[in-house]
Nanobody
Framework: QVQLVESGGGLVQAGGSLRLSCTAS????????MGWFRQAPGKEREFVAA?????????YYTDFVKGRFTISRDNAKNMVYLQMNSLKPDDTAVYYC?????????????????WGQGTQVTVSS
């Protein structure tokens, strides 16, 4: 069964950093545009960042993370990462990685398919 697995979340103070990781069992991620999404309590899931397939030469970020978050990939390890710096309490959410079906403006539209468990990021003030 194909499954996306996220890790690396935790509790951090405002201004701190975390690096999230995503891998997949049963499939290779290298050819896919991959993205990170997040869902805060009581809110809808929203797009955070995406990276193009293969070389990952193109990246996309939503405005509220530009300059603070960096998405990257290591195809040899079948991994996608999200480096998060200068974290704010508003970044508190469950973070998910998922295939991106399309980029509209600077927003990634998730592909169909099941979601992983996500990884909890909590930023204290």
């Amino acid at each position: 069964q194909v499954q996306l697995v996220e890790s690396g979340g935790g509790l951090v103070q405002a201004g701190g950093s975390l690096r999230l990781s995503c891998t997949a069992s049963g499939r290779t991620l290298s050819s896919f545009t991959m993205g990170w999404f997040r869902q805060a309590p009581g809110k809808e899931r929203e797009f955070v960042a995406a990276i193009s397939g293969w070389s990952g030469g193109t990246t996309y970020y939503t405005d509220f993370v530009k300059g603070r978050f960096t998405i990257s990939r290591d195809n040899a390890k079948n991994m996608v990462y999200l480096q998060m710096n200068s974290l704010k309490p508003d970044d508190t959410a469950v973070y998910y990685c998922h295939d991106v079906r399309a980029i509209v403006g600077d927003t990634g539209i998730p592909a169909s398919g099941s979601w992983g468990q996500g990884t909890q990021v909590t930023v204290s003030s």
